[in-house]
């Protein structure tokens, strides 16, 4: 069986499907499947160790809720900026 071939730009990376074009072009290099995408070949024992990570708490919780900064105001900035304004 035929694995899939695809095609890869070697200055930014960016895949393709394989093209007879492209293939001959200096600037692209033809790559597998597996190597295009990695991802898709993920093993059981891999997967395994992504859910033993994913289960396992850090302690850390980055929801946690951040005080409220405290405003400072300036009583003379206040008076002059207001001074025009309806009493």
Not at 12 to 38: H, K, W
Request: proline letters at 5%; a negative charge.
């Amino acid at each position: 069986m035929t694995a899939k071939m695809y095609i890869r730009v070697k200055a930014d990376g960016f895949i393709y499907d394989y093209n007879e074009m492209l293939a001959r072009n200096s600037l692209c290099e033809v790559i597998t499947e597996q190597e295009a995408y990695p991802e898709r070949e993920i093993t059981e024992e891999v997967a395994e160790r992504i859910k033993k990570t994913r289960a396992k708490k850090t302690g850390l919780d980055l929801a946690t809720d951040m005080p409220a900064e405290q405003v400072y105001t300036n009583p003379d900035l206040s008076e002059e900026v207001g001074r025009d304004w309806p009493k």
